[in-house]
């Protein structure tokens, strides 16, 4: 069974860098044609992809958020860091990580909200 | 730049079909692309793959009421036999990056 959670801090202040942590179980990064992504979500908002990293390390930013993301991956540890620069109140949002497989599909963790405010 | 572009809304009676619709941007016909489901409060859900050949993988647990396919750049979902926890927000996405703005499902 493949689980994903996400965690960090929910609170963060403005110009602060958030670093969210998704800690998987149930595959391998290291498998091909795995990926990892951070996708989130603005309250009432639609979902937003952010950033996605491939087994192979190959990796994948939203070209309007590019220059403030970095994603990193620990294969020992089963995890997948990303960091988010110079917060600001509208990236306050659920952020997901979410797994996909090309032949399994695409499993979604349960979600962090995040809140950025002074 | 690939996009891809969903109508906001959708409506449909209870136990009839609706076929909901994601156009990638012109070149990008090849794409495959994933289907998700969003119900009030809950997180996203995975429903399915569906190919550029029209054949579609569905996720665990998918009831066959579901269904994917596929005609040049435009990608769709069916639901069939519609039911009160299908009103939901659906959104598209392709494999791994891109969202659609997602379709508001109201089921009348």
């Given at each position: 069974?493949?689980?994903?959670?996400?965690?960090?801090?929910?609170?963060?202040?403005?110009?602060?860098?958030?670093?969210?942590?998704?800690?998987?179980?149930?595959?391998?990064?290291?498998?091909?044609?795995?990926?990892?992504?951070?996708?989130r979500q603005p309250p009432g908002k639609a979902l937003e992809w952010l950033a996605l990293i491939y087994w192979d390390d190959d990796k994948r930013y939203s070209p309007s958020l590019k220059s403030r993301l970095t994603i990193t991956k620990d294969t020992s540890k089963n995890q997948v860091v990303l960091t988010m620069t110079n917060m600001d109140p509208v990236d306050t949002a659920t952020y997901y990580c979410a797994h996909s497989n090309p032949n399994n599909g695409v499993t979604w963790g349960q979600g962090i909200l995040v809140t950025v405010s002074s | 730049q690939l996009v891809l572009t969903q109508s906001p809304s959708a409506s449909a009676s209870l136990g009839a079909?609706?076929?909901?619709t994601c156009t990638l941007s012109s070149g990008h016909s090849s794409y495959a692309i994933a289907w998700h489901q969003q119900q009030p409060q809950k997180g996203p859900r995975y429903l399915m793959k569906v190919n550029s050949d029209g054949s579609h993988s569905k996720g665990d647990g998918i009831p066959d009421r579901f269904s994917g396919s596929s005609s040049g750049t435009e990608r769709y979902l069916t639901i069939s036999s519609l039911q009160s926890e299908d009103e939901a927000d659906y959104?598209?996405?392709?494999?791994?990056?891109?969202?659609?703005?997602?379709?508001?499902?109201t089921v009348l």
């Open positions: 069974q493949i689980t994903l959670k996400e965690s960090g801090p929910t609170l963060v202040k403005p110009t602060q860098t958030l670093t969210l942590t998704c800690t998987f179980s149930g595959f391998s990064l290291s498998t091909s044609g795995v990926g990892v992504a951070w996708i | 079909s609706v076929k909901l959104y598209c996405q392709t494999w791994g990056t891109v969202f659609g703005g997602g379709t508001k499902l």
